[in-house]
């Protein structure tokens, strides 16, 4: 286990804290807690406490746009500009009258399309899938999935990797960034074989090309070779780290959001920072993050 110091950014108690994304642009970290259906922001260079803007819904994942940001909510894909009126651009179909599977994480692609999944609502059945927004419709991509997780591309645009997390293993599909198609799917990670604990859950990818993923109740942060690799594995003061992504000025410091659910009375005691957003110093340089143009 590497010795880097991981640092409190934020106490904020989270329910489900998830989706870090840093705009170059903007230079602000913005992130969510799906469960209580709030979207953080915040600029480490103005110090301070994050802002915090409630949806009025769950918030499984956020992704940048020029002006603002695209939010997967639970019964719809929004478009929140910064300053106007949300926008509706796609329905949940797996959404009906306040019930069925949320959005869960997603990101964009070089080209502009979100790409997000879905979870179960009970998160055990392979009833949900992933999805690819182009141009206001959304396209099943993979299907007979529980929980649509981790999804990221490599560098070149070649590879787009994700993972349904209760099958504890990541594959990686061989990507078309023109058409955005997916070609046959393969093993690329399998946390049995590598005996590492948890589910492999959010993610994010380098500038060398290793993909960094926070295994859910495993309490770490493990960085994988293209080859699949074990490289570093980071410990976080709590079991269920839930994603990562480079921020920072020269993209070297990653943040890392975390969750208290489920976490019983006595793990709360015992996990205090459970909850919070959290950064260690990277050995390496991010990837900027994708603008969606949907
Ligand atoms: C989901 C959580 C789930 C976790 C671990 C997250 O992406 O939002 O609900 O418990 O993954 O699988
Ligand atoms: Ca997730």
């Known amino acids: ?26 230079r602000t970290l913005y992130w969510v807690d799906i469960n209580r259906g709030a979207i953080y922001a915040w600029r480490p260079q103005d110090g301070g406490a994050p802002t915090r803007t409630e949806l009025g819904e769950q918030v499984g994942c956020i992704a940048l746009e020029d002006t603002g940001l695209v939010a997967a909510a639970a019964s719809g894909i929004l478009r929140l500009p910064e300053n106007g009126e949300a926008e509706r651009l796609a329905d949940n179909p797996e959404w009906q009258k306040g019930r069925g599977n949320r959005f869960n994480d997603g990101r964009c692609d070089s080209a502009g399309r ?36 981790g999804l990221a591309f490599s560098p070149d645009g070649r590879w787009l990797y994700h993972t349904d997390s209760l099958s504890r293993r990541i594959l990686r599909y061989p990507f078309d960034l023109a058409s955005g198609t997916l070609g046959e799917g393969r093993t690329w990670v399998d946390l049995d074989a590598l005996e590492l604990p948890g589910v492999p859950d ?36 709590c079991p269920h780290p839930t994603m990562v992504a480079f921020g920072g000025a020269d993209l070297r410091t990653l943040y890392i959001t975390t969750a208290t659910q489920h976490l019983d009375a006595e793990g709360k005691r015992r996990w205090p920072l459970a909850g919070s957003l959290f950064s260690l110093p990277a050995p390496v340089a991010g990837l900027r993050e994708s603008v969606c143009r949907a």
Do not use: Q
Not at 203 to 227: H, K, N, Q
């Open 202 to 237: 959010g993610a994010a990818v380098d500038s060398e090309g290793c993909y960094w993923s926070a295994l859910y109740d495993g309490g770490r942060i493990v960085r994988f070779s293209p080859d699949g690799d074990l490289m570093a594995e980071y410990e976080v003061p």
């Open 1 to 26: 286990m590497s010795k880097v110091r991981i640092e409190v950014v934020h106490d904020l108690s989270m329910s489900l804290g998830e989706s870090p994304v840093w705009s170059v642009a903007r």
């Open 114 to 149: 979100l790409w997000v999944g879905t979870i179960d609502a009970d998160e055990t059945s392979p009833t949900a899938a992933l999805y690819r927004l182009d141009e206001e419709e959304l396209t099943p991509c993979l299907t007979d999935i529980a929980i649509s997780n």
